[in-house]
T-cell receptor
């Protein structure tokens, strides 16, 4: 049972445009959400997070939006840059624990 | 700070062989984790530890063992390697969430690519 879903395996965006990566979850106990970025042959690196008490968190070019009623979150990257080309994983945590449940990832390609 | 380091980077095992994947962190984190990532899949938690001497199973623990004798090290042991254990293995660590700041950010090592044939 996939509790965190990223239904788009890949996304292609032009440089300078907005990239929107989506994530859906089914477990209503999830109360903390994170986005990780992964380059080939490297480990994932933390990008941005959001608590369930908020609906938006912004850090530079990256903004995460959380819609609890729809059990949906999204990551917006504006403007997109070629260096943003990577796999992006959505992850979620429940009830104050550190155990993360990861989605399957979305491969973002930012083209010149 | 080196962060989280993993050795080896690559390994090929024959079915039935055993090996230990090493993981060390220098951030004084209490929490450490082992994940595996299969092609096209997300990371799945194998085992985790909340401090030296304390370990617990994650989502996919079968075929693996762990120990945590120090804060820094969290080795993962494969006793009888099987083709189903072909995967990329990531070790991660995180700080203990504070009462005020809920920080679940995990720091990952570069991974070990394991092939069992």
């Amino acid at each position: 049972d996939q509790q965190v879903k990223q239904n788009s395996p890949s996304l292609s965006v032009q440089e300078g445009r907005i990239s929107i990566l989506n994530c859906d979850y089914t477990n209503s106990m999830f109360d903390y959400f994170l986005w990780y970025k992964k380059y080939p042959a490297e480990g994932p690196t933390f990008l941005i997070s959001i608590s369930s008490i908020k609906d938006k968190n912004e850090d530079g070019r990256f903004t995460v939006f959380l819609n609890k009623s729809a059990k949906h979150l999204s990551l917006h990257i504006v403007p997109s840059q070629p260096g943003d080309s990577a796999v992006y994983f959505c992850a979620a945590s429940a009830g104050g624990g550190n155990k993360l449940t990861f989605g399957t990832g979305t491969q973002l390609k930012v083209e010149l | 700070n080196a962060g989280v380091t993993q050795t080896p980077k690559f390994r090929i095992l024959k079915i039935g062989q055993s090996m230990t994947l090493q993981c060390t962190q220098d951030m004084n984190h209490n929490y450490m984790y082992w994940y595996r990532q299969d092609p096209g899949m997300g990371l799945k938690l194998i085992y985790y530890s909340v401090g030296a001497g304390i370990t617990d199973k994650g989502e996919v623990p079968n075929g693996y063992n762990v120990s945590r004798s120090t804060t820094e090290d969290f080795p993962l042991r494969l006793e009888l390697a099987a083709p189903s254990q072909t995967s990329v293995y990531f070790c991660a660590s995180s700080a203990t969430p504070g009462l005020v700041v809920r920080n679940y950010e995990q720091y990952f090592g570069p991974g070990t690519r394991l092939t069992v044939t």
